[in-house]
């Protein structure tokens, strides 16, 4: 590196290099300090796990069925619903019983999204818990 004192020289040129010396030692500083005010991370997890094997299910659970054709019907364990009310106080029976059933919907892949989404909101509003969509499977590419 050299130093440029003014015009007094024949190479009269203006120095456009920067002294990046500085700003080395700088950045080394910040990661030195960074490393060590990382705490020290452990590769293990604790995790409080029950002891012994779970009891048994005394009984399957009860399962409903609610299939939802490609013409928007509702089907309740293969019977037709009149209507929405219906369907409500349906739910509603499986939501407040001592042992709550599970609900499985299996919509048709040409039922409208619409009916689907009604009878999603119909078991949340009635406090339905344990409610699953299946058959997707056979929409699996």
């Known amino acids: 590196m050299g130093m440029n004192l003014g015009p007094a020289d024949s190479d009269a040129e203006v120095m456009m290099d920067i002294n990046t010396t ?3 030692d700088v950045m080394l500083v910040l990661i030195i300090m960074l490393i060590i005010t990382i705490p020290v991370q452990l590769h293990a997890v ?6 012994g ?9 009860v399962v409903v069925t609610i299939d ?7 089907l309740w364990d293969s019977v037709l619903l009149a209507d929405r009310s219906t369907l409500d106080l349906k739910l509603r029976q499986v939501a407040l019983a ?8 299996r919509p048709d ?8 989404a009604r009878v999603l909101s119909s078991a949340q509003r009635s406090g339905v818990t344990q409610l699953g ?9």
């Open 109 to 116: 892949g040409q039922a409208p999204y619409g009916a689907v």
């Open 46 to 51: 604790n995790l409080n796990l029950p002891q």
């Open 53 to 61: 094997k779970p009891p048994p299910p005394n009984k399957p659970p």
């Open 98 to 105: 001592a042992e709550p059933s599970e609900v499985h919907l």
């Open 133 to 141: 969509v299946v058959g997707n499977e056979r929409f699996a590419p």
């Open 22 to 24: 500085p700003l080395i």
């Open 68 to 74: 939802i054709n490609a013409d928007g019907s509702v």
